[in-house]
């Protein structure tokens, strides 16, 4: 049996010995390297820009700015990661921005002539507080199919006449994705043609965008990747600096890389947008949830419309009568934000389960003990039947393997030595998205199994488990089975994003696999021990099969994953820096392909929770209008020393509902429930209540 089986990464070796290929090692002859400028002023004009001594530089092949830049094709809205393209005019709206482009022949000199590039700037005035202009809020239509505004029952009523109430306001921190790859684009033209290699999360997307901004059709345009390091979110949509690697190439004739630096990951492809968000609860003195509404606040820009889903959860969280959500949008003078990591529930159920601890101590009852009594058996948010969700065990035995019982209800009530020690518990809850797929399989004469699929590998564990599926079906060992993915030239698969590749690229590769095992046996295979003799013996190099993953839009059942997260804390009261020593998360997701690929990604995710509980803040200089610290010393994520034990267990249950493989997503649902978990163990340790993430030590002083 290949699926369930907790095989090793299939790329794993490749990874570790330095063989595996990122876009910036791939070899070019005569390449050229650009490198951006950008803007240091967060709102201005361009009166001039001197690009004299720059272009003089030796090595220097052109410096590129508004001035000569010839324009992209018109294009707005998603794929795209913000609607203004880049040098196309004088007016600067987000520091960072492009304002050139100088291209050598070697990086070295590339970046030296950067600095040569010299702008004056007629500056206007600007704002990158959002908090300060709640008052000029907006409402914007959200991505995908989703209302920013919510309404079930009559929040207002019930609010009124509840027993308990609970109106509180929480916030969370801009943060940024931070991966280990900085984002690459190599752009090589030939006869008309152009081959884009990307660090992207989404080839297909890239193609879309890329083809629309050089006006060429998308045959005209391949984008392939063999490896990226991390994507997080930032390389799903498309942003200025592939399109400026794409222009350049064109116009010099010569291939041209473009890597962005560690600073410029900071200002070049969005970023997690701060959130305010404020949760009205209202209760029965019993427990039962009569009320909930959850207003958000989130931090835009002028340069695109991405406005964060952070009630989506809330929306479907718990068995509640009255249920309203709003999302508002304040634009400021910064780059457009993107989905990071946990993005929708991930930033939301921040304020949502924190809520429901303050509530449960309202109400002296049990935090876990409040969740179950107002589980959802039904989607409260349209009433549907969940397709599967085993919450209930998670809760089960997530308490069990942590020992949630030993937890005395009172705060400041459990010690060890100097310790003060606090448990706290969340729930997780992300929606299962589906997108159409596929995936072509095909079997050689020496029965070698051949799986193509555009997907992209970026460090999810997608490179092992598509060809498990495939081994699965037709019965073979996975060694037998081959994978080529990264390219625009197989058939597509969707961006790997929102959790979707081995429930949705999966399905298409087991459709393709089932397809070609009927082809098999209707040649005559009895058994997998029969496929080479029967491709030999009709005489055909190979038997190739189309798969097929087509979601219907809508779904007579709920779709979403589960988690229950468990969180401990120690902190010494002296020096008040929580450490998290345990998180146990047991998760409902449906079928587990790879039980290890997928502790893997959650062990990643937890990690990702107490990086956003404890240390994840891109602090902004409001004065002048930045990012005050634009690399891995200013920005922290958690290191192997912030990290306890990690305890994960998942409950098992096939949702062929959701789709065939019966697997619903996991990545983004790891980082889900763990800032909350971990907010509520540090209450629960200190007795002081923090509603802004990372808890920072003067807030425990
Ligand atoms: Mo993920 S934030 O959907 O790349």
């Given amino acids: 049996m290949s699926i369930g089986a907790a095989i090793d990464r299939l790329e794993g070796a490749e990874k570790v010995t330095g063989q595996a290929r990122y876009t910036a090692d791939i070899p070019m002859k005569g390449v050229l390297h650009a490198v951006i400028v950008g803007s240091t002023r967060p709102h201005a ?18 410096v590129f700015t508004h001035l000569n830049t010839p324009k992209f094709g018109e294009i707005s809205g998603l794929p795209l990661g913000q609607d203004l393209l880049p040098l196309q005019g004088d007016l600067v709206l987000y520091e960072g921005q492009p304002i050139a482009l100088v291209v050598a022949r070697s990086l070295e000199t590339a970046m030296e002539a950067a600095r040569l590039v010299k702008p004056v700037y007629r500056e206007q005035p600007f704002e990158t507080d959002f908090s300060t202009g709640l008052d000029r809020a907006e409402t914007r239509p959200m991505i995908f199919f989703w209302e920013s505004d919510s ?34 684009t190599l752009a090589v033209w030939r006869r008309g043609k152009l081959a884009l290699f990307d660090s992207v999360q989404g080839v297909i997307d890239a193609r879309t965008v890329i083809a629309k901004a050089m006006r060429l059709d998308p045959g005209q345009v391949r984008v392939k990747n063999d490896f990226v390091g991390g994507g997080f979110g930032c390389k799903g949509w498309v942003w200025p600096h592939q399109l400026l690697a794409a222009m350049a190439a064109r116009e010099l004739g010569r291939p041209v890389k473009l890597v962005l630096t560690r600073a410029q990951t900071f200002t070049s492809h969005g970023y997690q947008p701060a959130s305010i968000q404020t949760l009205a609860i209202s209760a029965r003195k019993d427990g039962q949830l009569t009320g909930i509404r959850h207003d958000s606040f989130l931090a835009g820009s002028y340069v695109g419309n991405h406005i964060e889903g952070v009630g989506i959860g809330t929306r479907s969280l718990y068995a509640c009568s009255s249920i309203s959500t709003t999302h508002r949008l304040v634009r400021v003078h910064r780059g457009d934000p993107t989905p990071m990591r946990a993005p929708l529930e991930g930033i939301g159920l921040v304020a949502a389960e924190i809520a429901m601890d303050e509530l449960a101590y309202e109400l002296r009852m049990d935090p876990l003990a409040l969740r179950l009594r107002n589980y959802a058996e039904v989607d409260p948010s349209d009433g549907k039947p969940f397709s599967s969700k085993k919450l ?13 019982s030993r937890r005395s209800f009172e705060p400041r009530s459990m010690r060890d030595g100097r310790d003060l020690v606090g448990y706290g518990m969340a729930t997780a809850l992300f929606s299962a998205f589906r997108v159409p797929s596929r995936a072509r399989v095909s079997i050689d004469t020496q029965g070698v199994v051949l799986v193509e699929t555009s997907t992209q590998e970026i460090g999810t564990g997608a490179r092992t488990v598509l060809p498990q599926i495939a081994a699965e079906v037709l019965g073979i060992p996975v060694e037998r089975v081959r994978l080529t993915w990264g390219d625009t030239d197989l058939p597509p698969a969707p961006m790997t994003a929102g959790s979707v590749t081995t429930g949705s690229a999966g399905s298409a590769v087991y459709d393709g696999a089932l397809k070609l095992k009927q082809k098999l046996a209707a040649a005559g295979a009895k058994s997998p021990a029969d496929y080479a003799k029967v491709l030999r013996g009709s005489n055909v190099e190979k038997l190739t099969a189309d798969g097929v993953f087509d979601p219907p839009a809508e779904s007579p059942k709920a779709l979403f994953s589960f988690g229950a997260i468990f969180a401990e804390v120690r902190i010494d009261e002296r020096i008040p820096i929580p450490r998290v020593s345990r998180i146990v998360g047991v998760y409902s997701a449906g079928r587990i392909i790879n039980p290890k690929t997928a502790r893997s990604q959650m062990i990643g995710g937890l990690t990702w929770g107490i990086g956003q509980a404890l240390l994840e803040h891109s ?22 020393a912030d990290v306890g034990q990690i305890d994960v267990a998942f409950i098992e249950e096939p949702d062929l509902e959701v789709n065939p493989v019966g697997a619903r997503g996991i990545g983004e649902l790891g980082a889900i429930g763990v800032g909350a978990a971990i907010a509520n163990a540090v209450f629960h340790a200190t007795g002081v209540r923090v509603r802004e993430l990372p808890i920072r030590p003067e807030m425990l002083m």
């Fill in 45 to 62: 004009r361009i009166a001039s820009i001197d690009v004299e001594a720059a272009q003089a530089a030796p090595g220097v092949i052109r």
């Fill in 619 to 640: 602090a902004m200089d409001h004065r002048l209008g930045r990012f005050l610290s634009k690399n891995l010393a200013g920005y922290l994520v958690p290191v192997n």
């Fill in 392 to 404: 209930r065990e998670c809760y089960e035995q997530g308490a069990a393997r942590f020992g949630w």
């Fill in 151 to 184: 309404h079930v029952g009559d929040t207002t009523a019930t609010w009124r006449d509840s027993e308990v109430r609970l109106k509180q306001t929480y916030r969370t921190a801009d943060r940024h994705h931070c991966t280990l790859e900085p984002s690459a």
